[in-house]
């Protein structure tokens, strides 16, 4: 295991479509992050996960958007009913528990693009 | 979280030194300073952290002014590759904390 997966790299969709994000994380990882990005702005938080509970969704997380970590591995994220406004690269993020001054070096994976057309 | 300020871009020659600042006036005391990247198309990487001493690691140095409102991130001898977006964030790492808030960055560009 030698960084963060995300499945898949691309996805383009009509909208109305749902599409699910798969992100993998590193395996002593205990903490996941998703981020959201589009064109020329930095990431934006959307959720946070320890284990497999969800502790914080940003108001950007919409009542189409899920997203879930059911054994505290690998997680998902789903977008229901797409819009043209969902296009964007969709960034997971992990990192291992514990509050040292390293508590904010995340490892990111690639990202998955989805463009709605 | 502290607002960060960057230049919006920058050039640099290859093989020479990139000095990128960041002025971060309201920082807390207990907030660090934080420097990822992100080469076109890919993940943000992280690159050095700091909470008031000058650190040092394979990739980069980073300068803090004594006073904390403001830092520097050095890339010693620049190459291609570093070209990408660089970004500056102020985070606690308080037990509270749990998501980085990102600004636009600062995009170096590395000329041969």
């Known amino acids: 295991d030698t960084g963060v997966s995300q499945d898949p790299r691309h996805k383009i969709t009509k909208r109305g479509q749902n599409v699910t994000f798969r992100c993998d994380p590193i395996?002593?990882?205990?903490?996941l992050y998703w981020y959201r990005q589009t064109l020329g702005q930095g990431p934006e938080f959307l959720t946070y996960f320890q284990n497999e509970a969800q502790l914080e969704k940003s108001r950007l997380l919409s009542d189409r958007f899920s997203a879930e970590r059911p054994k505290g591995s690998f997680s998902t994220l789903e977008i229901q009913r797409t819009e043209q406004g969902d296009s964007a690269m969709y960034l997971c993020?992990?990192?291992?528990?514990?509050?040292?001054?390293?508590?904010?070096?995340?490892?990111f994976g690639a990202g998955s693009r989805l463009t709605v057309l | 979280d502290a607002k960060t300020t960057q230049p919006t871009s920058m050039d640099c020659a290859e093989g020479r030194a990139a000095n990128l600042p960041c002025n971060h006036s309201?920082?807390?005391?207990?907030?660090?300073v934080y420097w990822y990247r992100q080469i076109h198309s890919q993940g943000p990487q992280y690159i050095i952290h700091?909470?008031?001493?000058?650190e040092t690691n394979e990739m980069a140095s980073l300068i803090i002014t004594e006073d904390r409102k403001s830092s520097t991130l050095i890339l010693p001898h620049a190459t291609l590759r570093d070209t990408a977006v660089y970004y500056c964030i102020v985070s606690s790492n308080a037990g509270n904390n749990r998501k980085l808030i990102w600004g636009l960055g600062t995009s170096l560009a590395v000329n041969p």
């Open positions: 395996s002593e990882h205990n903490r």
């Open positions: 309201t920082i807390s005391g207990n907030e660090y």
């Open positions: 700091g909470l008031k001493n000058n």
């Open positions: 993020a992990s990192r291992p528990s514990g509050g040292s001054s390293g508590a904010n070096v995340l490892t």
